[in-house]
């Protein structure tokens, strides 16, 4: 199974259009989500296009292929406008033979990361609008970034999962 995540849209429409374009331009089968769906929380800047009625919109056309983790800004209301679930804190996925834990992020702590984390795990996050792909001792930790409000430079990025492999992509 190929797995397209991305991270932290914050209601921006024409980046919710750009990343369904891009899962299927990747012929991923699942577009995971890693919070942050509709809204830009406080610390935030209004993304380009702010548009959390067409992000609905958008995303629920791809109900049936969407997973997701709820992040910091999404609430039980977001549930009720949303045909899938957003509501997991977390998720376990396997790809070919490496263990993926998914989050939005703002739980993990990098600096000491949960014991249920083992060699060669794979850490996927959300939260901080950073793209990067580092290794935290034995767990690599892959974050997408935010392409609606990205921070610190960061190129708006994806990540594609297959068979074990994952990697960070610009978009």
């Known amino acids: 199974m190929k797995i397209m995540a991305a991270s932290d849209i914050h209601g ?4 919710a259009e750009r990343i369904v ?6 012929g991923a089968d699942k577009l995971l989500l890693l919070g942050d769906i509709l809204y830009h929380g406080p610390r935030n800047d209004l993304p380009e296009d702010y548009a959390p009625k067409k992000v609905i919109e958008i995303l629920n056309r791809e109900k ?6 709820r992040g910091n800004c999404d609430a039980e209301v977001d549930q009720m406008v949303l045909e899938f679930p957003i509501l997991a804190e977390s998720m376990w996925l396997t790809s070919g033979d490496k263990r993926i834990y998914a989050t939005h992020g703002h ?9 249920f984390l083992g060699k060669g795990d794979i850490l996927l996050r959300g939260h901080t609008h950073v793209a990067e792909d580092i290794m935290l001792g034995s767990v690599r930790s892959i974050n ?3 392409p609606a ?11 594609i999962i297959e068979d074990g492999v994952a990697e960070l992509k610009r978009f």
């Open 12 to 15: 921006s429409a024409g980046w």
């Open 21 to 26: 374009e891009t899962y299927k331009s990747e």
């Open 64 to 69: 049936d292929n969407i997973i997701a983790v």
């Open 107 to 115: 739980h993990i702590d990098p600096t000491n990361l949960p014991t």
């Open 144 to 146: 997408p970034g935010s």
């Open 149 to 159: 409000i990205p921070k610190d430079g960061s190129p708006p990025s994806y990540v």
